[in-house]
């Protein structure tokens, strides 16, 4: 055997490219096509079998998952969600569960001018919010930097009994020397603070709060400290400060909505709000959208302060930077550092075509060629399935005239008692969508200076916005398997884990949470009824729950499966379909109960034009044949994992400060995003976009990346 590589890697997830518009048809939402009688009406039983386990949601036996009898029971939205998914993708339905608002965040980098076209970020206290939005700021006379050590000793030395905290008012003695780095005074030794206080709150009905600032006094800002190196360039100890801003003018600033949305936008992906995300979905978060949450932050290994977490939220009484404009009287920009993010520019919703935004929420009224919506025309998933459906993250809203559509989805169940497998599960991150070298249309990499391909908004933007990749799949992978092969491979004492189980440093931080499994071989079965489809309408279905039919007239090796339940960036829920029984009936005769059912049609291809007509030409077949093959990564199904920091020989083994390199994915996408550098060539850091999925003849392409993108031309 060859040797196995070791620093090249595949991501778990890959995009099947958008095609370039959808088809949106104006047939009345309760009806498809052709008069009653080429209509039908009937049932089938899918037989769904586990090609690798089924991670169960958290309150399994409370909402039904798991029965008394020991069998297992997937409700019936669950599977639908899944089917539907697949036929979106197949058959160029609309983009249902998407955020078309989104806009990434980015930390600005730490350059010497980069605000330099900026106004100065000034200290603000929150004086008006509601519901967690700001309204209105009082911003700060000035600044001063306070040392965090020598303040935590004389909070102690005044028996205050917790750490400094953002948004503290005190009064700072001590020894105080201007700063010409700073362009301010600093407090290098604190001698003593006066009594603590918070601005009181003056008004609070539950949505709006109101905050009263005393007249005199500085308030704290505590942030972050694991971005600041602790020692100076010539290795002594650095010093750490905290910004205070001194309180004085009665003046106040407004916050204007796109201030406080740019806020928001920024604090997305922010490792603060993926953990209490995390907590929410374990059923143990704190109300981190009511009430700001507070993280104990270290200066050489010794708590110094707390610092209010970047949830998005803003409360009266929270501290943050501001730009405002010239006349002072309204906030051009709200930060949680003095350097910090900056937001990518066009939404989500601008980098795809709009003929793919959700057919519910465009207006019939909209101009924009192939935005019309609901009487103006829905595509053919939601002709099928209707908009009633609950089961996508943000679906439904309640919508009059949504309808249920034309298929019903019953519980799939499985035909014997199963013994879930209790396992620590490992934290679920969401690809950032940020990270543009993945996620948007490669247009290679700019020769601006400073410049970053990677960000949404870079002048590789121009003219118009890089298109979103496609729509997101991961690879069907087995986890077990992979974790064998490295186990044997690298001849550990200890076996390498799964990837879906929570590595020590994991479940030390509170980031893992205890799940079950249903095993890899359990089969279920499930009865779907469907009433009133065409011939196109009920191809297309059969094909979204068995893409086999179809798919394998593009890949006849290809042993398809679809994905179900949680757990789809470890590999997991991966379930292979096959119809069983089958009747049905032209729709006009179905209560005459005079004529036999006809038998399930197959795969018809002289349907098949006719589903083109309806729903535009399947752009990608391949690709998604490749996606949906149990063996569509070939030699490299042992390579899964997101952007390793460290060669594969390194998986698991931590360093001398207790973390792990190879799980600390943040340094690929921080090398490999294609800026424009300075000096002599090459010009650019690395640009290393996910690979497409099959050459022009149709066949496979190499998938995998190299894990160290320095490496220039990295070949195995
Ligand atoms: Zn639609």
New binding site residues.
Partial sequence: MPPVPRDRFINPYTFVPLPASGV?RASPPLHTEGPEEKRFTGSFTVEWVLQTPLLLPVKAREEGWLRADGTVRIPGSAIKGSVRSAHETLFN??L?VFDSEFIPGYRLPARSGAESDDAPAVLAVVTRSRDGVPLEVSPCDGVEWVESTSLRKAYADRRINRLPRTGDIITISGVREPSELRQADEVFDVTGVSPVTRAAISHDDGATAEAALPDQGSVLLITDTSARRPTREDGTPADCFWAAGIIGSAQRAVVPEQAAKQFWSACEGSRDRQELRQGERRGDAADWKGATQYARVKWRNQPVGERARATGFLHAGDVVWVTLTADEATVESIRLARIWRETGTATAGERVPPSLL???TTEPSDPRPGTRGPEGG??L??TIFGSADTSGAQSGEGRQDAYAGHVRFGSARSTTGVRPLDVQLAPLSSPRLGAGVFTLVDRGTSEELGDIASHWGSTVDQPEPRQLRGRKFYWHVDPDRQADRWSSELRRSTPVLPRYKARDHQSRKGLSRAAQLVPAGTTLTQEITFEGLDDVALQSLLIAIDPARLLTLYRPTARVATHLGGGKPFGLGAVAARITTFSMWHSSDRYGAHAAPLPDPGFDRSVYPRIVARAGRLENPRAVARLLDLDGAGDWRDHVAYPPGATWDQIDVPNQRGFVPFDESYHFFGQANGERLAGPPPHNRPWHPLPSLVEKDGSDTRPDLPIDPERRGGRR
């Fill in positions: 949106r339905g609309c249902r959700a057919c519910w829905l595509c998933s939601c």
